[in-house]
């Protein structure tokens, strides 16, 4: 972890994992136009007053999120806690488990993005893990189940999808991925 934290915080588009320092893919454009059009997309359930939708949530985007337990620390493309579990939005590097995370694949490193990240965040604990695709065009909602992911939804191209945690919010694809 030393050798991690050595790495200036302004370059340290990093993870750590299990002792090991892994690099991510630098985010192109298509990758930062889906994930600021998800994070708009949910923007009615952001906040304490959740704007009309049950729980409230904070987001935050590339923040690196601690499992010291686990001796991991995770650069997540979009984070999201339930209020009622973290009363205060985020600060620093927060070391609470989220409630959710957005994983945007970047097509050089699919496999960590789909596969290796898949296990390490149910081993994790989080709740919910989406995986958008710009490259594919989908958007994949997983439910951890008894210490493992199962896919609760699926949705390409024109599809608008409602998958929990944020059912209530329709997703159309073709606002993050623009043709």
């Known amino acids: ?15 750590f994992v299990d002792g090991q320092i892994i690099e991510r893919a ?16 949910l923007d009615g ?3 304490p007053e959740g704007k009309g939708r049950p729980g409230g949530w904070w ?33 620093g590097v927060p070391d609470l ?6 994983e945007i694949i970047s097509p050089e490193k ?5 596969v290796e990240k898949r296990r390490y965040y149910a081993e994790s604990g989080i709740p919910f893990y989406w995986l958008l695709d710009y490259e594919r065009r989908t958007l994949t909602a997983l439910k951890l189940a008894n210490s493992h992911y ?7 191209d024109e599809d608008a999808p409602r998958f929990a945690p944020f059912d209530l919010a329709e997703i ?3 606002r993050l991925f623009p043709r």
């Open 45 to 47: 359930y952001d906040g």
């Open 172 to 174: 159309p694809l073709t």
């Open 97 to 102: 488990r989220p409630d959710w995370v957005c």
């Open 59 to 91: 987001f935050v985007i590339d923040t690196e999120v601690d499992f010291p337990q686990l001796k991991r620390r995770f650069r997540p493309d979009l984070t999201g806690w339930r209020i009622e579990r973290m009363p205060e939005p985020p600060t």
């Open 26 to 41: 630098m985010p192109v454009g298509q990758h930062g136009y889906a994930q600021a059009r998800m994070s708009a997309l």
């Open 150 to 156: 199962v896919t609760i939804g699926e949705a390409a």
């Open 110 to 114: 699919r496999r960590y993005d789909a």
């Open 1 to 15: 972890m030393a050798d991690f934290l050595a790495i200036p915080a302004a370059d340290r588009w990093h993870e």
